[in-house]
T-cell receptor, first 117, second 113 residues
C-alpha cells in the first residue's frame, strides 16, 4: 500500500481564495483525521471521520473550514475564504479503530504546507 | 494544563549517547503512541503500546499505566535520529475510547556527529 496520500504537497494562495486539500487514506482503514500543525500550537485535531461519518469536528476553527468524506477512499478539507493565519501544515491520518480500543497505529500523510499571502 | 506533557522540549546529544524522552499524561488511555517527525515534515508512527515495553532496532519504548508515564529511549544515537519526537494518546471517556489523539508538544532531538 502506498500509505496515506495527500495533495498538493505545497500550496501558496492569496488571501480570500478557496483552498482544497485532498486525502486518500489507506485502504481498509475506517477512521480518517485532519490535523493542523503550527509552531505556536503544535498538532491540533480539526475533524475526525469514522466510517465516512464526521464524529468530532470540535477542532474546526470556524465556518470557513469544511471537510467531507464522500466515500471510504477520499476526503477533502476546504478553506473558503482563506486567511494568512490559516498558514500551516495540514496532515491527514488514517487508522483502523475498533470498538472500545484504538486499534492499530495511526498512519500519517506527508502533509500539505499551506501558505496564504 | 496540557493533557500530555513531554520533556525535555529540546535535547542535544553527541553521536553514540543514550537518549531518553519522557511523556506524562493525565487522562485515562487505552494505548500510547510515539511519533517521529523529520525535517521536511513527514510524521511516522514509531510505536503504539499499552503496557510494558516495545523495541524496534535501537529504539525502546516503555509505559507505566499506573504512573501515567512513558519513555522513549534511543541507544547509540546517530545524527539521522535528529527529529521531533511526539507522544500522543487517545482518551478514554465514560468507558469508551474516543478516536482522536491528544498530542504532546514534541521533543526536538539533535544528534551531533
Amino acid at each position: 500500500d502506498a500509505g496515506v496520500i495527500q495533495s498538493p504537497r505545497h500550496e501558496v494562495t492569496e488571501m480570500g481564495q478557496e483552498v482544497t486539500l485532498r486525502c486518500k487514506p489507506i485502504s481498509g482503514h475506517n477512521s480518517l483525521f485532519w490535523y493542523r500543525q503550527t509552531m505556536m500550537r503544535g498538532l491540533e485535531l480539526l475533524i475526525y471521520f469514522n466510517n465516512n461519518v464526521p464524529i468530532d469536528d470540535s477542532g474546526m476553527p470556524e465556518d470557513r473550514f469544511s471537510a467531507k468524506m464522500p466515500n471510504a477512499s477520499f476526503s477533502t478539507l476546504k478553506i473558503q475564504p482563506s486567511e494568512p493565519r490559516d498558514s500551516a501544515v495540514y496532515f491527514c491520518a488514517s487508522s483502523l479503530t475498533g470498538t472500545g480500543s484504538w486499534g492499530t497505529e495511526a498512519f500519517f500523510g506527508q502533509g500539505t504546507r499551506l501558505t496564504v499571502v | 494544563k496540557n493533557e500530555v506533557e513531554q520533556s525535555p522540549q529540546n535535547l542535544t546529544a553527541q553521536e553514540g549517547e543514550f537518549i531518553t524522552i519522557n511523556c506524562s499524561y493525565s487522562v485515562g488511555i487505552s494505548a500510547l503512541h510515539w511519533l517521529q517527525q523529520h525535517p521536511g515534515g513527514g510524521i511516522v508512527s514509531l510505536f503504539m503500546l499499552s503496557s510494558g515495553k516495545k523495541k524496534h532496532g535501537r529504539l525502546i519504548a516503555t509505559i507505566n499505566i499506573q504512573e501515567k508515564h512513558s519513555s522513549l529511549h534511543i541507544t547509540a544515537s546517530h545524527p539521522r535520529d535528529s527529529a521531533v519526537y511526539i507522544c500522543a494518546v487517545p482518551r478514554i471517556l465514560g468507558g469508551s475510547t474516543l478516536g482522536r489523539l491528544y498530542f504532546g508538544r514534541g521533543t526536538q532531538l539533535t544528534v551531533w556527529p
